[in-house]
């Protein structure tokens, strides 16, 4: 049903998480699952995206060493965003299975993006047969050191045909809106060293 809201209950704050992503009902829908783990360690968020059933989607092999680029939610691309629970500033990651990346820092709801530029480098390890999966450690601000985040994990996915597909741990609204301040709805407490 379009604009419906995805339930996800709030979980609790733990150091790890597996998740499981739900696609936007406003969309037709691939027969695909994707799930992974979140864990939150000293300065780093390691994430790990599987994809099962992924025979229809355009899921490039790996070609080296990535680069920042914008624009990467025009194609396969999964993504990580980032909030300490006392503010509205907030930072997303995408992760293409290319390796290619980017950082970006928002002030409040999609307010004032710029480009998270003390992190120079991300390494993603991704696989795309038998069954695609994108593995990266994601490092935390500094400001965020040993704060117990928020987090909203999503995906969007391009099938064989060029359709663009949305993925995410909750849904809120009438259209996909993976930076919507409800998305953020895992809490994660870092271990220690």
């Known amino acids: 049903m379009r604009g419906t809201h995805s339930v996800v209950r709030e979980v609790a704050t733990m150091s790890s998480q597996p998740f499981q992503l739900l696609p936007f009902a406003g969309t037709d829908v691939l027969p695909l699952a994707i799930s992974g783990t979140a864990t939150l360690r000293a300065g780093f968020l390691d994430v790990d995206f599987r994809l099962t059933g992924a025979a229809q989607v355009l899921f490039p092999a790996p070609r080296g060493a990535g680069e920042r680029k914008d624009n990467l939610w025009r194609s396969t691309c999964c993504e990580a965003f980032i909030k ?12 293409a299975p290319s390796g290619d990346w980017n950082v970006y820092r928002f002030t409040d709801y999609r307010a004032e993006l710029r480009h998270e530029t003390w992190i120079t ?22 400001p965020l050191a040993g704060q117990t985040l928020g987090l909203a994990l999503s995906c969007v996915v391009e099938d064989l045909q060029g359709g663009l597909h949305y993925f995410a741990l909750r849904h809120c609204g009438t259209k996909p809106d993976f930076h919507h301040p409800e998305s953020f709805c895992l809490r994660l407490t870092p271990t220690a060293s």
């Open 84 to 95: 300490p629970s006392d503010s509205t500033e907030y930072w997303e990651y995408n992760l």
């Open 121 to 142: 480098r991300i390494a993603i390890d991704a696989v795309a047969t038998p069954e695609p999966r994108l593995r990266a450690a994601l490092p935390v601000p500094p």
